[in-house]
């Protein structure tokens, strides 16, 4: 028999590949655009979210509320419904990551590939489970495991920073090789793509990715195969399928080359076990099918789904689990008193409105112009973290931009026009008197007073009488808050001489957002006397 | 030439003399250009020219820095940073005298890209061929500035590395210098923990500004900022007051820029101070000063 490829599989294969790219690098450039460009507005960059119908789900239950730019989730359900996971195999910009660094994998010979037969498949039917139940509860944990959440979060907080951390070392060196005509342009570029650099939880969110890449050692594809809740929910709407993997068995020679290349575990061979809603309609198997044995033609008729083996008892055990997480989530002292430290962004909901719609994704720290919005470690409770958080001892909140509010894809953080953006208070500075250079030297400081953007300013300097440590008496200009006009931007904390831990410091109480959270009773606030 | 015309060339040489003795001497100019007008550009460009023109203080092939005040995240209405068309003018003037590149750079306090696109100083700036410079980390340095009080600093090279500094500020009020004009704008060039020097700002001043030496010092005083400074907000903190100065004394400049606040230079400490030193003049009565209207 004559041994051929098929031409026509392999050419379907670089259409893969080539839509893969372009996908990717659709990513990416939003993901780089993600930044002050010079314009107040900068569109829809968050556009790949609301195609997700995993988080417009989870979102949905969880907060009870539907956000309108999800519809374009719809599209991606309709078409797994009829192609399966073609989204899974020809557009996730995850999938292609895993993609890619499963074949320089092979490549160099560090994954041999394998025919598993293995039941770890159902791993991620279990995840999507305990997810969805969580959601019931308003426990939204699916930011922490969508692929979306998890490459944007990546890149925003681990990924772009180390580039740019390594570009900035790179500069460096051609500095000192004398290159400085070439490193003043570099420079100059560099600055103009604002990317952060500085992020408290880089290290361990970059690990966690690096260790997620790493798994395809393992298995090709083992995100996608075995971990992927988003690949899960997608697998369980691919009812249709209507490109349908066909092996012609005259030409078959039995080889098996399709089941061990298959990147995620379908089984094409034979093809009656031929898993449908696991492929992702890579078109390996069709294309290095030494016989070209293998097609996948067109057949709207609907067949019999061989899905993958799910036990009863553990989509119960999972459910149960997530029963159970719930109240463990809420054992944190944040559900009782507000945390000091957890600064929202200008726009965020109510905190519990908030954790319900949040998605953990880091493009509101992607775009923050000063690097201040940070993941959350501890600030906002176990159900919290990675959730954003200002830090301004970091960074502050650049008083004309409402960047952050605009590229949020849930409305986590409601979307506000600059001029509303200027309104919104998201904490009160406070002056530590004890370490104030004015206050407790008596020496001339107005740093903060400067830097304050509102007009009037909230910080106002007042002639203040301090004993320094000599003994003498001094009336330095000292600075002094104005609980109404203060924004809780933190500038002034970001500016602070005292720079290991700053004189003036920001904290959550004021927040808008919170009813509880504030310092006087607003009936006060009409009572003139208080104010005198 | 023969003995008699000699003679008579030497004649009618002293006669001319005998009439008209400032042949042979320099040319004169005001020791500061006062112009008001409606409109920005024209006053910068009445200002270099009162003051004889951009040649006296470049040279043909001179790489030359312009130091705007784009410290803020603020549109030119908000009068926080220099305005705009002043910025351009003097990249224009500057490229048809000759100059081999203009520099435009400021080390803001907001996030660099927003001042220098919002405050529209870029765009000015690169229209009119000049080279906009982001603050770059990697061109900081110590350098000895030498100061009575300031003995090094960390700089950006970039100011080192030019032939001709030029210094536009713009006129506002500081809550510490009580205004911020030409001597506050030097911070700008600084690196590192410049907030600390608030803590002696007067002496900073002073110290920068006679490192920095600019040839020439334009005061923007088109749209000056009266209160809640060095940022403002409002357009109610700015006022209209029309109005550009230029002069080779930054003492005197900063001086004649007081009285748009209805002050005197005697109000002013770091002008004080750096009058005493040795500075520059902030005697009004005894500069002379080019006052027109455009």
Request: charged fraction near 20%; hydrophobic fraction near 40%; charge should be positive.
């Amino acid at each position: 028999m004559k041994k051929e490829r098929s031409k026509k599989y392999r050419l379907i294969q670089g259409l893969r590949i080539l839509s893969q790219t372009i996908f990717f690098l659709l990513f990416f450039y939003l993901l780089l655009r993600t930044h002050f460009t010079g314009e107040d507005y900068i569109g829809r960059v968050e556009i790949f979210f609301h195609f997700d119908p995993l988080l417009a789900i989870s979102t949905l239950i969880a907060s009870r509320t539907i956000f309108i730019s999800f519809i374009f989730a719809v599209l991606t359900m309709v078409i797994t419904f009829i192609f399966g996971r073609v989204v899974c195999g020809w557009v996730c910009p995850l999938g292609s990551v895993h993609q890619f660094f499963s074949f320089v994998f092979k490549k160099a010979k560090l994954l041999k590939p394998k025919n598993s037969t293995d039941n770890r498949l159902a791993w991620k039917y279990y995840l999507l489970v305990f997810i969805l139940v969580g959601t019931i509860f308003s426990l939204d944990l699916v930011g922490i495991f969508d692929p979306l959440s998890l490459l944007y979060r990546s890149f925003s907080v681990a990924v772009l920073p180390a580039l740019s951390q390594s570009f900035d070392a790179a500069l460096g060196l051609l500095y000192q090789v004398n290159f400085s005509f070439l490193a003043d342009g570099l420079a100059q570029f560099f600055e103009n793509l604002a990317l952060n650099a500085t992020f408290l939880q880089g290290f361990f969110i970059g690990l966690i990715f690096i260790g997620i890449l790493l798994l395809n050692l393992s298995r090709e594809r083992f995100w996608c195969r075995y971990l992927c809740p988003l690949g899960a929910f997608l697998a369980l709407i691919s009812r249709w399928n209507i490109l349908k993997l066909k092996i012609d068995r005259q030409k078959c020679i039995e080889c098996n080359l399709c089941n061990i290349h298959c990147e995620t575990q379908a089984t094409p061979f034979p093809e009656e076990k031929w898993r449908s809603p696991e492929c992702d309609y890579c078109f390996t198997c069709s294309s290095i099918c030494p016989t070209s044995a293998i097609g996948f033609p067109l057949e709207s008729a609907p067949e019999k789904i061989e899905s993958v083996n799910l036990a009863r008892r553990k989509l119960i055990f999972s459910s149960i689990l997530a029963v159970v997480a719930v109240p463990f989530f809420r054992l944190s002292p944040s559900w009782k008193r507000s945390s000091p430290k957890l600064i929202r962004p200008p726009g965020a909901l109510p905190e519990e409105k908030f954790l319900q719609k949040c998605v953990k994704c880091g493009e509101c720290m992607k775009a923050c112009p000063t690097n201040g919005l940070q993941p959350a470690t501890t600030e906002a409770g176990p159900e919290g973290i990675w959730t954003p958080v200002l830090v301004p001892k970091i960074g502050y909140c650049e008083y004309y931009c409402s960047l952050c509010s605009q590229v949020c894809p849930t409305g986590a953080i409601r979307a506000l026009t600059v001029p509303e953006k200027l309104k919104v208070k998201i904490g009160l500075a406070w002056v530590n008197k004890n370490r104030c250079i004015p206050y407790f030297l008596g020496t001339p400081c107005i740093v903060c007073e400067e830097h304050c953007p509102t007009s009037p300013k909230a910080i106002k300097l007042v002639k203040t009488e301090v004993i320094r440590p000599d003994g003498t008496i001094k009336t330095p200009a000292a600075p002094v808050i104005n609980t109404d006009l203060c924004i809780g931007c933190g500038i002034c904390e970001t500016k602070c001489p005292v720079v290991d831990k700053p004189a003036i410091f920001v904290t959550s109480i004021g927040e808008d957002r919170s009813e509880r959270n504030q310092l006087l009773l607003p009936l006060l606030k009409e009572d003139p006397e208080v104010f005198e | 030439m023969n003995r008699r015309e000699f003679i008579k060339d030497v004649a009618v040489g002293s006669l001319i003399l005998n009439f008209n003795p400032s042949l042979f001497a320099q040319p004169t100019f005001p020791d500061l250009a006062l112009i008001q007008g409606e409109n920005p550009a024209a006053l910068t460009r009445k200002a270099v020219a009162s003051l004889g023109g951009i040649g006296r203080f470049i040279s043909k092939g001179d790489v030359v820095l312009v130091k705007p005040n784009i410290g803020w995240d603020r549109t030119p209405q908000q009068a926080a940073c220099t305005n705009p068309q002043v910025v351009r003018i003097l990249v224009e003037l500057c490229l048809e005298g000759g100059a081999k590149e203009v520099k435009v750079i400021d080390n803001p306090c907001n996030q660099a890209k927003r001042t220098y696109l919002r405050s529209g100083i870029a765009e000015a700036a690169k229209q009119a061929g000049a080279k906009v410079l982001f603050p770059n980390r990697h061109r900081l340095k110590k350098i000895p500035l030498q100061g009575e009080w300031l003995k090094e600093w960390e700089v950006f090279t970039d100011f080192i590395e030019v032939d001709k500094i030029i210094n536009v500020p713009i006129a506002k009020t500081h809550s510490l210098s009580r205004l911020t004009l030409g001597m506050k704008n030097w911070l700008g060039a600084l690196g590192g923990n410049r907030n600390q020097l608030h803590q002696k700002l007067d002496q900073a001043m002073i110290d920068l500004a006679a490192f920095f030496k600019p040839c020439l010092t334009v005061l923007d005083a088109y749209r000056i900022l009266i209160r809640n400074g060095p940022q403002g907000g409002r357009l109610s903190d700015t006022k209209l007051h029309k109005t550009v100065v230029a002069g080779t004394d930054y003492v005197a400049v900063d001086a004649l820029g007081t009285t748009f606040f209805s002050l005197s230079s005697q109000d002013i400490p770091y002008l004080r101070l750096a009058h005493q030193k040795g500075h520059g003049e902030i005697n009004l009565d005894k500069l002379k000063i080019e006052k027109r209207t455009v």
